[in-house]
């Protein structure tokens, strides 16, 4: 687990290192909080880690159980608070969806290539 929280800590600087890349490309859509959005998704991505590691030492069919359930139930949550978001702050609606989306895509993206490493040939 511990190697597990440095690679996800160096995922975590690199994705907040190549957004605030874009914010000085001077894009308009840059989202000044998202180290808040890239932290949530280190707190999110660690204990969505820690539920895959538990399921499998209950077996396989338990491990694709929770992995589809997690991922879903994750996407749901984020969803409903990105139209949140969205809907009672109009101003950052834009900036916030597209900084939340973007550390979505970089940490799935991180959590599957990872799952696949450790927990495919089980």
Same mark, same amino acid.
């Given at each position: 687990?511990?190697?597990?929280?440095?690679?996800?800590?160096?995922?975590? =600087?690199?994705?907040?290192?190549?957004?605030?890349?874009?914010?000085?490309?001077?894009?308009?859509?840059?989202?000044?909080?998202?180290?808040?959005?890239?932290?949530?998704?280190?707190?999110?991505?660690?204990?969505?880690?820690?539920?895959?590691?538990?399921?499998?030492?209950?077996?396989?069919?338990?491990?694709?159980?929770?992995?589809?359930?997690?991922?879903?139930?994750?996407?749901?949550?984020?969803?409903?608070?990105? =139209?949140?978001?969205?809907?009672?702050?109009?101003? =950052?609606?834009?900036?916030?969806?597209?900084?939340?989306?973007?550390?979505?895509?970089?940490?799935?993206?991180?959590?599957?290539?990872?799952?696949?490493?450790?927990?495919?040939?089980?």
């Amino acid at each position: 687990m511990k190697n597990f929280i440095v690679q996800l800590s160096i995922i975590s =600087i690199i994705s907040s290192g190549l957004y605030y890349l874009i914010g000085i490309a001077g894009t308009p859509y840059f989202f000044s909080w998202h180290p808040f959005i890239a932290g949530f998704f280190f707190i999110v991505t660690l204990f969505f880690h820690k539920g895959l590691q538990n399921s499998l030492e209950k077996g396989n069919q338990q491990f694709i159980r929770y992995y589809m359930g997690a991922t879903a139930v994750k996407l749901m949550l984020i969803l409903l608070f990105v =139209i949140i978001i969205a809907l009672t702050n109009k101003s =950052i609606a834009m900036n916030f969806t597209l900084c939340t989306f973007f550390y979505y895509l970089f940490f799935s993206s991180f959590e599957v290539w990872l799952s696949m490493k450790q927990f495919g040939r089980k």
